[in-house]
């Protein structure tokens, strides 16, 4: 099993490194040292053993960023070997810069406990050094190591809560960026499902009817049929032409997101139904008044009962069309029924986003909405049943 390979040192550091030592070479010539050979303290006198602790704490000075406790624990026993000799002041500075390193690239762990350990380091040094020789100026030796291992500690702790605050600040400036992006995406989907729904309830009424009376014109040769067919494609033309005006202004508009002033509401379903009754079917409409509804009820109640009249003129046989609206109990119930079953083909090809569209509109409003075939005394009927809630709180 190989041996897990060292990191490899940060370049900076390695000028760190050469720099320290060259310094503390160039020290060491002049002869210049921390402490006289004659101190009692001073086991290794004489200039040569001071370059010991000073090339081990270069070294460590390597790994101060890669291995910052290694670094650490190697140079705080060459520390203690460099106070046995007669001293280098680079040995000194290196060892401060190593002790700020491994609090600012450290553990957590670490950058916690290092300056609490040198801290108490600090104070027993005080108060053992002022035991022992009962002179203020014993308090210079925890002053000393104090300088020497607290300060940088805490320096590194001050800087690290620094840089992890600025990136905990970067962070959550990201993940706002990221919300609002996801905010956005969400509404510009939302903003352009809602115009699909505007533009689909909108024209396909209006191309369903010229599709069918425009194969009607095509197909049968008596002039004052293709005439009232005309008729009816011109009409249905104009009125589609000025719901397509009229959606690109919404879409032109500043402030789409809003529904426009001239949104349909329910006072325009009798024309809706005489639209209808025009374009070839049998209609009848049964509206039993209530309270004010809020806008984007009347509106998906128009575009729900617009929708099924458009299927019932494609899909639905010869018979009678019937639309009911009933508010009561703080919801409106929208049914609109038509006979089913007895075409072999739709009068006009349809896309199946017709439902989609009415069951988005429903869903949108906390409502719900069912279609499909029923029996009834009469036969079997194609009945869409929505229920739009009427309170303002409900609605979306």
Known sequence: MAAPRLPRPHRFDAYVALAGLLGGLLLWGMGLATRPKDEPIVLFPGPWPLLVPLALVAGCELMRRAAPRTALATATAALTLDTMTQGNLA????????????????????????????????????????????????????????IVSFAPASTGLIVRNHRDAAEAARLRAEQTALLAEMDRVQAVGAERARMARELHDMVANHLSAIA???????????????????????????????????????????????????APTLDGLGALVDTARANGLDVTLRAEPGGPLPAPVELAAYRIVQESLTNALKHAGPGRVTVALVQRDGSLGITVTSPYGERDAPRAPGSGAGLVGMRERATLLHGTLEAGPEDTADGTVWAVRATLPTVEGDSA
């Open 212 to 262: 069918i009376h425009s194969t009607a014109a095509l197909s049968l040769d008596d002039p004052d049929t293709t005439r009232q067919a005309l008729g009816v494609i011109r009409e249905n033309s104009v009125e589609g032409l000025a719901e397509m005006r009229r959606l690109i202004g919404i879409l032109r508009d500043a402030g789409a997101g809003t529904e426009p002033s001239a």
């Open 91 to 146: 040995t000194l500075v290196m060892y401060t810069d190593v002790m700020y390193a491994a609090v600012l690239y450290g553990t957590p762990a670490s950058a916690r406990r290092i300056p609490w350990i040198t801290g108490l380091v600090s104070v027993a040094a005080t108060v053992a050094s002022y035991a022992a020789w009962r002179v203020p100026e014993a308090l210079l030796i925890g002053a000393g190591v104090a």
